[in-house]
């Protein structure tokens, strides 16, 4: 179906925006053998220029027909963008791997972590999903461990970043610091609450039973993933004055019981985690630590105190990067293989 | 044993530190009825002076002498110090109400909740003790509902402000916050990790099966608070750029399934508790707002959607006040009552 070539015609969807921008970095570290390169946005962004291996290149409109020759594009533009463009990008022939809600839980669309379920994006009919960042996050380091003892329940506490909110959000958090260190009153534009020196519960709409949006998306994105859906999970989405990686404090309910070293050793050797755990150091996960690292950290590797198939762990992982820019990379990467 | 009178001779040691200083505002508050107030603390703070209705009271060196005609001493000076001159206070005739952790454990010393077990103080032996910050703001709000529908076991990750590490950690927190800003590299004098902009689990010593023990205290003090040995309880405790408010992610297992209209009814009459659970307007418990309170927030109350028994609630309390400061001066309160 997905034409194989030596180079692709790439397109980047939102590429002003903090994910767009990550996307560009990362086609460029990983050398995706990218022919032309297209960088799209809303006409605000126009006259914006990207440096790509050397090259200037400039912001162009996001446009119904700005697809014709495009092989893959990119999209984080937001979910009604993409709800718009990416019907127009697969009728000219690009696969689209979206970075937005639009299409995650369309049963006609792939949802993949490539360390997780990369057959999945086999069966995509031109749209292939990107799952939501606190997701990635916290699958990464749980899938490892579930293959070998099944995951029956999870509880997850989130500590997200400004980035989860775009670039503007990053430098509200800044500004709001700079104001508050300064005596002076704290702007809010972006976030419906002061983010500097607090935290809120994620700012995304409150649905069924008292869920948020974010929370709801990583129960059902789970189970997708997982395609599994008996796993329960009970998330709390919190959001921190960190600038772009998001940790999460997480509990698995086991089928068996684990053994703390060998649940160690097979997360030693999975792909897209690092283990950080020195007891004696007090040195686990952190966000700055975690942040511009293509691996999921986690550490606090425990049992649970009061029953024998818990275990507790806590991870941090760069949002903008494993848990946006980088999964839809690796996509990529797998599509043209 | 305790002998009422009209006014109480009132020590405050470990005047100068976050706690004690905020232990001077809560007495000035609540009109304690304070006859002479001693400030006591190590020489180096000799010299210095605080305010106390009007009056400007020099601060004393801690010596074993401290303590004659003392009637009620506030501790918070470190658990060293308390086990040292504890003591002699009591030998001296005093009572102490000690906010450090060295005799929360002590089965001849009451450890107390006064919205929980005020009960208990009457047990004293000449000291009391303070549960620790973390415990307080978890049970707090946890305790009507356990009264009206069995607590079994608590799932609990800590967003932990820097207040609970003393006045120089809040400093460490905005100066490291000011160089971050300004491209400096952020200086670690009191946590052994970066605090500004980021965060990491607890700095407290790691034992037996790789809790800290802060997350230790929170299920040890629990058990001896609720006179409950069967409670369980898994805590996942973490520092966070905040500067004195800590907040909970909580998940109750009830013995039977929550009404959470109910839940909020109890919650809303129960002392020493605001609920704040807007989610028309997402507008939930925030340290920011719990600073300065007496009342510990909670909200986000809802349903585990995947057990018909759990219930999640979110909440943010003053770690200096009630988990610290005020929880003492209100033991001291019912003590003279």
Redesign the interface.
């Known amino acids: 179906m997905f034409k194989k070539k030596s180079k692709y015609n790439v397109a980047v969807m939102g590429a002003t925006g903090a994910v767009g921008e990550e996307m560009l970095k990362i086609l460029e570290e990983r050398r995706f053998p990218v022919d032309r390169l297209v960088l799209l946005a809303s006409a605000r962004s126009l006259g914006k220029k990207y440096s790509f291996h050397g090259k200037q290149i400039a912001v162009e409109e996001l446009k119904e027909n700005s697809f014709n020759g495009i092989d893959i594009v990119l999209a984080s533009a937001g979910g009604s963008i993409s709800k718009k463009f990416a019907p127009f990008a697969v009728k000219a022939g690009a696969i689209v791997i979206d970075n937005t809600s639009a299409y995650r839980m369309d049963p006609n669309v792939p949802l993949v972590i490539p360390e997780i379920n990369p057959e999945d994006i086999q069966k995509h009919k031109g749209i292939i999903a990107n799952p939501n960042c606190s997701t990635i996050i916290m699958l990464v380091p749980v899938y490892p461990i579930h293959k070998t003892n099944r995951v029956k329940?999870i509880?997850v506490?989130t500590?997200q970043s400004a980035s989860g909110a775009g670039a503007r959000a990053m430098r509200e958090?800044?500004e709001q610091?700079?104001d508050v260190?300064a005596g002076r009153p704290a702007k809010k534009e972006i976030f419906?609450?002061?983010i500097a020196?607090?935290?809120?519960?994620h700012?995304s709409?409150?649905k069924d039973?008292?869920?948020?949006e974010e929370e709801l998306k990583m129960?059902k994105e789970t189970q997708k993933i997982f395609h599994d859906t008996k796993i329960?999970?009970?998330p709390?989405t919190?959001r921190?004055?960190?600038?772009r990686a998001h940790?999460e404090?997480i509990?698995l309910e086991l089928e068996k019981t684990p053994d703390?070293a060998r649940i160690r050793k097979i997360l030693s050797k999975a792909p897209g985690v690092k283990v950080v755990d020195d007891?004696?150091k007090?040195?686990?996960p952190?966000?700055?630590e975690a942040s511009g690292q293509d691996d999921v950290l986690v550490?606090?590797?425990?049992?649970?105190?009061?029953?024998s198939k818990?275990l507790?762990l806590?991870v941090s992982g760069d949002q903008l990067r494993k848990g946006a820019a980088l999964n839809a990379v690796q996509i990529a990467e797998i599509l043209i293989q």
Chains 1, 2 share one sequence.
């Open positions: 329940r509880f506490s500590y958090l800044e610091s700079r260190l419906p609450h002061q020196f607090n935290l809120f519960s700012n709409a409150i039973e008292g869920y948020n129960v329960k999970i009970t709390t919190v921190v004055p960190v600038f940790s404090s509990y703390i007891r004696e007090n040195y686990f952190m966000p700055l550490g606090r590797l425990r049992k649970d105190l009061s029953s818990g507790c806590f």
